[in-house]
Structure formats: structure tokens, C-alpha cells
């Protein structure tokens, strides 16, 4: 590997940075290693080192960066048609709604009895008609929604984030709605497992992982008996734990062979776990789950679904809870599609950890100056929660 240490002044695009003069840490990189290619990317190395190691091995041929497209991009398949403060009022309605059919689902599977198609089909329906009126408001609700059990509140929020990637995707209102049946069911077969199984904390026995896999089949068979849900909601409902590389479960399923539904789903299903806590492990940072997404991309889930749902839902997730360089914590409300890094923040708690009140909105593209002039700048994010402020709170401020 044949690393040689460039001033950030000289840098080109298409140049593999592969070190900082810092740690990858003190930056808002969520990615150690990437090759250099937006302008944002250029003025925050700026910003934050004085050189970086470039390997020119993995380094493409340099594009100009004034270079402009062969084609006129087309305009996207979607529209925001309201702003998010008018939607939350009805987003927060249907995450309500969607909650409570969701428990009776659960309650009818306990009970062996057949599920209420009719009501759930009214309630992704619901959630759809929100996604394609703009996605933010149920993304931003399911992160700062107080959770409750793990197993409800991870169906909806995974049912909220697939339906919002299909849109990113472009994919069919039919096909978005779908993803979103499939968050809320995939996962229903967990009902039959033990619960001790379900809630401890140790590593499972070869016996008891055996036993928790099995809620995959579970929820394919539930589905499959269920009247008036889509026609492949079981097929489907067994490919979330598949991996691109065929060490996936439960049947070792390749590549291509998964497809782009269940890669969506073990995507978006990873996702959403490791940014909960569960009975046997914390909750990490939405930027560690990202980054350990794309470390796992091309071995564990399909390269290019996992670049476009980072791209979907950014670097800087809405509803992530950010410490900011002045010391004060805020929540991501809002984002640039050209400014990942400089998303927009409702500042909520102070330098020293008080609620602030009133709340204060910042727009970090904007290039505002803390007090000792810096400008304002994302230092770390933290886990989910961690602010302690609901949505509809924010938007009340």
C-alpha cells in the first residue's frame, strides 16, 4: 500500500484519503478511508487538518470538479409536498394509530388467532400516504418517540425506515407500501419464540439460538395462513437475517438470490437494532451503526443499497442527538442534500447539560460563530434519546 502524506491545499479529486493528521474521531468523518469527491468534503478537511496521507493505489483517475453532467438530471419521482411542521401533526396520528394495531396483532398471534389484515392494511396505508407527503416527520417521531417494549417499537421504527428508503429509491407507491408491511410483519413470529430466550442477557446456547432463529420460519408461517396481506409478504418475511456473502440464516441465501426487498430489510433491520437497546447489548451512535454498515458492505449486505441508504437517511440522521463544539446538545431537524455534514439542529440543553429553554434552531451551513469564533460544527453524535425532547416538543418551540 503506497501511502504518501499531501498538504490539504493540494489535495484533487479522486484521491483516496486513508489518514488524518488527527484522529478520524475529532472529525465529522464517518468513514476512515474514502475517496475525495464533493466540495464539502474538500472545505472540512480544510477545516480540520493541515495533511493527510493519500494511497495512490486506491486513488481514481481525477476528474475536473467543474465537470458538469452529460445529462440534465430528471426530476425526482417524488416531492415534498408539505413542510415537516405540518406534517407532524398527522405523522404523530399514524405512528399512534399504527402502534396501537400493531398490539393487537400481537395479541391475536398470542391468542392463535388469525390477524386483522383489514387493520393493518389501514395503518400502512396511513403510513405510506405520510412518507410520500414528506418522510421526515415519521423518521424524526420514530427516533424521538419514548420506546417502549423493544419488539414494538423496533417493527414500527423499521416499518417507518423501509417505507422512507423505498421512497429515496423511487420505488412504486405499491412497492413502498409493501416494505412497510413488511417492517410491521417480518418480525411477528418472535411471538413464538420463549420469551426467556427473547430477553436474555447472556449469550445464547447453540440450543436457544437454534430456537430464536426459528422466529424467521414463524413469521413466514403466521403470514402465510393470514387473509388479504400481499401475496409474497411470507416469502419475504424470511430474508432479513440473509447475507450477501450467504452466511445468513436460515437458508444461506447469495447475493442476488436475496433480492432488493429482503436486502432492504436486512439492511434497515441491522440498522434500527443496533441503534436500540436490547436486553443483551447497548445501543450505539447512529454514526457507529453507519460505519459498521459500510464495513459490512459487500460481505454482509448488498454495496450499493447500503451507500443509498446512507445517502437516504445521512450522515447525521434526523432525530440524532449531536454535542456540537460549543458543548451544547442538539437534534438534527433538517438536512441539506449538498450539506450532509452541516444539517440543520434544534440546540435543546446548554454547555452544561441544562434544558434550554426557549430552544434554539441553527442551520450549520450557515456558518454561525460560537463564542470563540469557530464556527459552529458537529463534535460527536450520540446515542438515540440521549436529548430526552419529544418531536412534537421541537416544533413547538
Not at 23 to 29: G, N, Q, R, S, V
Not at 270 to 294: E, G, I, K, N, W
Not at 325 to 348: C, D, F, K, W
Request: proline share 6%; charged share 25%; with cysteine.
Amino acid at each position: 500500500m503506497l501511502k504518501k502524506s499531501v498538504p490539504v491545499g493540494e489535495l484533487r479529486y479522486g484521491m483516496y484519503v486513508a489518514e488524518l493528521d488527527r484522529p478520524w474521531t475529532d472529525t465529522p468523518f464517518v468513514f476512515q478511508g474514502f475517496v475525495l469527491q464533493t466540495e464539502e468534503e474538500l472545505e472540512t478537511l480544510k477545516g480540520f487538518c493541515n495533511w493527510v496521507l493519500v494511497d495512490e493505489a486506491l486513488s481514481e483517475p481525477q476528474r475536473p470538479h467543474a465537470l458538469k453532467p452529460a445529462l440534465t438530471p430528471r426530476a425526482p419521482r417524488y416531492e415534498v409536498q408539505v413542510a415537516i411542521d405540518h406534517e407532524v401533526g398527522p405523522a404523530t396520528l399514524t405512528h399512534g394509530a399504527t402502534m396501537s394495531v400493531l398490539r393487537d396483532a400481537i395479541k391475536a398471534v398470542r391468542a392463535n388467532q388469525t390477524l386483522d389484515a383489514g387493520s393493518v392494511a389501514q395503518a400502512v396505508d396511513a403510513m405510506t400516504q405520510s412518507v410520500l407527503r414528506n418522510p421526515d416527520a415519521l423518521m424524526l417521531l420514530s427516533r424521538l418517540r419514548e420506546k417502549g417494549d423493544y419488539a414494538h417499537s423496533h417493527s414500527l421504527d423499521t416499518a417507518i425506515y423501509m417505507a422512507c428508503f423505498g421512497r429515496f429509491l423511487e420505488l412504486s407507491v405499491a412497492d413502498i407500501a409493501l416494505l412497510g408491511y413488511l417492517g410491521l410483519m417480518q418480525d411477528i413470529g418472535k411471538l413464538r419464540v420463549p420469551d426467556e430466550i427473547l430477553r436474555k442477557e447472556e449469550r445464547l446456547t447453540p440450543s436457544e439460538l437454534e430456537q430464536a432463529r426459528r422466529h424467521v420460519q414463524h413469521s413466514a408461517d403466521i403470514l402465510s395462513v393470514t387473509p388479504d396481506v400481499p401475496p409474497r409478504l411470507a416469502e419475504l418475511a424470511l430474508l432479513h437475517h440473509e447475507r450477501h456473502d450467504g452466511s445468513g440464516y436460515p437458508n444461506g441465501l447469495k447475493g442476488a438470490q436475496i433480492g432488493m426487498m429482503g436486502s432492504i430489510a436486512a439492511i434497515v433491520d441491522t440498522f434500527d437494532a443496533l441503534t436500540s437497546p436490547r436486553p443483551y447489548a447497548q445501543a450505539v451512535s447512529p454514526s457507529a451503526a453507519l460505519s459498521m454498515l459500510y464495513k459490512w458492505r459487500g460481505t454482509f449486505f448488498d454495496a450499493a443499497l447500503v451507500e443509498q441508504f446512507i445517502r437516504c437517511i445521512g450522515i447525521f440522521p434526523l432525530g440524532c442527538v449531536v454535542e456540537l463544539n460549543s458543548g451544547e446538545l442538539a437534534i438534527v431537524i433538517g438536512q441539506h442534500s449538498g450539506r450532509r455534514l452541516q444539517p440543520r439542529v434544534m440546540i435543546v440543553r446548554d454547555a452544561d447539560g441544562n434544558p434550554l429553554k426557549p430552544q434554539k434552531l441553527l442551520d450549520l451551513s450557515r456558518g454561525q460563530k460560537i463564542a470563540t469564533g469557530e464556527a459552529y460544527r458537529i463534535k460527536r453524535t450520540l446515542e438515540y434519546g440521549k436529548a430526552g425532547v419529544s418531536a412534537e416538543a421541537l416544533f413547538k418551540a
